[in-house]
C-alpha cells in the first residue's frame, strides 16, 4: 500500500515525537513511585524503630518498681511523644494499653460502647496490625507481652499521594491535549477550508473562457452541435465541482432530493467518462420517489469519490456494484462494492485519515473529506463495511 509522502512524512515525525514525549512521561512516572516509595520504606523503618523504643519504654516501666528512685523523666517523654503511631498491648493475651486508635480517641464515642465491644473492637484492630506488621515481643522476666502497631496515618497517606499526585498531572495533561489537538485541528480545517475556496476561485476563470469557446465553435457553420452539448455537460460539471470547493468550510444549504435518483444519476454520467473494462450494476431497492434533505453537489461528489476510488482498486478493470438500500426507522444504505485488491487489515484504521492514499498522485484527502460531508453536514455515517484480500470492498453510506 503506498502512502502519500508529503502528509506522511509530516506523521511519522509527530509520531515520532509522541513515542519519544510518552516514553519521558513513563520515566517520570516511573521515577515519581520510585522515589516515594523509598521515602516510604525510610518512613516505615523510622517508625518501626521508634515503635520498639515505645515497647522498650513500656517494658521498662512495667518492669520497675513503683518506688523506684529511677529517674522515669525520660522514659516518660518517649511514651507521650507518641502521638502518631497506633499501637496496643497484649499481656496474657488480653489487649490492655492502646494509644491513637481513632476509634478510641472519642469519648463520647467510646462511653456508648460495651465492655464486649470494646474488647472486640480492640481485638479486630489487632488482627489489622497483625497483617500490616509483626508484633514486638517484650521479655518482662518470664512472661510475655506483645506490643502491635500499625503506620501512622501520615505514612498512609504518603503511600497514596503519587498516585493522586500522578493522577492530578493526568487530568491536566489530557486538558492539555485536548485543547492543543482541537487547536490543531481547527488550524488544519482552516488550510483546507482555504485551498478549497481558492481551488474554486481559480476554476472561475476558465470556466467562464470555455463556455465562450463553445459559443465561438458553434458559430462555425460545420461544427457538430452534439459534441458542444458534450462539452457543455462537462462544463456544468466543472461548474458543479467548483460549487462543492466553495462550500467547504461553510455551512451547506439542505434540499429535499430524491436520493435514489440522484445516487443513480451520478453513476451513469461516471460510467459514460470512466474505463469500459468496468461493469456498472446499479440496485435501487426504495420507494420512488424517497426524499432525504442533502446537499446535492456535496452528496454526488461523495458518490463520484467512492466510485473512482473503486475503479482505481480494480485497476479499471471488473465490476462496480451499487446498493440502494432501505433500512429501518426511514434510513437508507448506499453501497459501493467493488472486485478489487482490498485493503489490508493494518490500513483499515487509515484509509479516512488525511494524507493516506494507495495511489502515488493526489492529496489522499478524497475520503477523509467524503467522511466529513456524509457524516458533518449530513449526519449519516460512511465507513468500510466489508473488505477481503483480492476479492474487494464495501464502502457503506449511512443517510
Request: charge should be neutral; aromatic fraction near 10%; hydrophobic fraction near 40%.
Amino acid at each position: 500500500m503506498a502512502s502519500n509522502p508529503v502528509f506522511f512524512n509530516i506523521y511519522k515525525q509527530i509520531s515520532g515525537g509522541r513515542i519519544v514525549v510518552i516514553v519521558l512521561l513513563l520515566l517520570i512516572a516511573a521515577s515519581v513511585l520510585f522515589y516515594f516509595n523509598q521515602l516510604a520504606q525510610k518512613l516505615d523503618q523510622r517508625e518501626k524503630k521508634y515503635a520498639t523504643l515505645y515497647a522498650e519504654s513500656m517494658r521498662f516501666f512495667i518492669e520497675q518498681d513503683i518506688n523506684n528512685d529511677c529517674d522515669y523523666t525520660f522514659i516518660s517523654e518517649v511514651v507521650e511523644a507518641n502521638e502518631t503511631i497506633p499501637v496496643i498491648l497484649v499481656t496474657n493475651g488480653k489487649p490492655g494499653i492502646n494509644v491513637n486508635i481513632p476509634e478510641f480517641s472519642d469519648s463520647t464515642k467510646l462511653a456508648s460502647f460495651t465492655d464486649k465491644e470494646r474488647e472486640d473492637l480492640l481485638y479486630l484492630k489487632i488482627a489489622q496490625m497483625s497483617e500490616e506488621h509483626d508484633p514486638i515481643e517484650i521479655d518482662l522476666g518470664g512472661q510475655r507481652a506483645y506490643l502491635y502497631y500499625s503506620s501512622s496515618l501520615i505514612l498512609k497517606e504518603l503511600k497514596f499521594f503519587p498516585y493522586v499526585l500522578l493522577a492530578t498531572f493526568l487530568i491536566f495533561g489530557s486538558l492539555a491535549f485536548i485543547a492543543y489537538n482541537s487547536s490543531r485541528k481547527a488550524e488544519q480545517n482552516r488550510v483546507w477550508v482555504g485551498l478549497a475556496k481558492e481551488t474554486a476561485h481559480q476554476l472561475g476563470t476558465p470556466i467562464s473562457a470555455l463556455l465562450g469557446w463553445v459559443e465561438v465553435l458553434r458559430s462555425g457553420a460545420e461544427f457538430d452541435d452534439s459534441i458542444a452539448h458534450e462539452m457543455e455537460k462537462d462544463i456544468s460539471r466543472l461548474e458543479t465541482i467548483t460549487n462543492r470547493f466553495s462550500n467547504i468550510g461553510s455551512v451547506p444549504s439542505m434540499n429535499e432530493e430524491d436520493i435514489g435518483a440522484m445516487v443513480e444519476n451520478t453513476a451513469k454520467y461516471l460510467e459514460k467518462r470512466i474505463s469500459t473494462r468496468i461493469n456498472w450494476f446499479i440496485n435501487n431497492e426504495l420507494e420512488e420517489p424517497h426524499l432525504k434533505m442533502v446537499n446535492k453537489n456535496l452528496f454526488e461528489w461523495v458518490i463520484e469519490n467512492l466510485c473512482k476510488n473503486a475503479v482505481d482498486a480494480m485497476s479499471a478493470k471488473g465490476n462496480l456494484t451499487i446498493d440502494i438500500l432501505p433500512l429501518a426507522k426511514g434510513k437508507v444504505a448506499i453501497d459501493i462494492t467493488d472486485t478489487g485488491k482490498g485493503i489490508s487489515k493494518r490500513n483499515l484504521s487509515k484509509v479516512f485519515s488525511p494524507g493516506f492514499s494507495t495511489k502515488k498522485r493526489g492529496w489522499g484527502l478524497g475520503l477523509t473529506l467524503a467522511k466529513r460531508i456524509v457524516e458533518t453536514y449530513h449526519q449519516g455515517k460512511l465507513y468500510v463495511k466489508t473488505s477481503e484480500a483480492n476479492k474487494g470492498t464495501t464502502f457503506r453510506i449511512i443517510i
